[in-house]
């Protein structure tokens, strides 16, 4: 049993689910190898959109610290042949073409706050916090978390959040851009799941080329960001969604998207 398993519904939502609650969904090593292949196999095109959760209690505690010495590479880079795992899976979540929605209630620490992160959207509980206590255990910050927060909050909140460990509350997580929406305690898995199922019934070709975009945009200056926006929409332009798109505003309808 790895702790981590999917379905994908016949709306084309997808739906991963952590679950290990003999360690309040803690991921050891089967578990993040896991989730990386099964988040990787998820991009295709029958799936539209991903709903990622570790259910009704607590998204996630992190790496399993019970595990982390168990197995680890050759070499200098040796200890740290975890994260090479960590990584696979923040990789697939930003690389999937469908949106990825996070479902958090309880709690995301460390590692899991990085996989919160590299999703596309964010639900969570009001009660739910975020937790990054990576150098109050002598470790430092994995999951692309530093890079993550730097890029949403800045470089002075980002290091209270990671240096301090400062507890990061939903309400103010919301405040800051980090989630999108807080909800009532044991709701977000509903309300993840709606907000997916409303992007699956969406315009395909659109939200995964939007989302290619969103994903580029640190990467580019200006300039060559607008050469690929350029790009983007000429591929979207051959979408049979957008004469959809057209008729509907003509009618005053609602869409009927493939």
Known sequence: MTGVHGR????????????????????????WESLGRL????????????????????????????SMGSRQGSGVT??????????????????????????????????AWGLVLACDLVVASREAFFLAPFAQRALVADAGLAWSLSR?????????????????????????????????????????LELARGLAAGPADAVQLTKALLCRAPQ???????????????????SPDVAEGRQTFLDKRPPRFR
């Open 39 to 66: 988040v990787a196999e998820l991009d295709r095109d029958d799936v539209r959109a991903v709903v990622l959760t570790g259910g009704d209690r607590w998204f996630s505690a992190g790496g399993d610290v019970t």
């Open 152 to 192: 949403h909050v800045g470089h002075q909140r980002a290091a209270e959040l990671l240096l301090v460990g400062a507890r990061l509350p939903a309400v103010r997580a919301q405040e800051l851009g980090l989630v999108n929406r807080v909800v009532e305690p044991g709701e977000a898995g509903e309300q993840a």
């Open 8 to 31: 994908v519904g016949d709306d084309g939502v997808a739906v991963v689910t952590i679950d290990r609650p003999q360690a309040r969904n803690a991921l050891d090593w089967d578990a």
């Open 220 to 238: 580019l200056s200006l300039d060559s960001f607008l050469d690929e926006e350029h790009v983007h929409v000429a591929l979207n332009g051959h």
């Open 78 to 111: 040796g200890p740290a042949a975890r994260v090479r795992l960590a990584h696979r899976v923040v990789r697939a979540l930003t690389g999937c073409r469908a949106p990825v929605v996070a479902a958090v209630e309880g709690f995301a620490i460390g590692a």
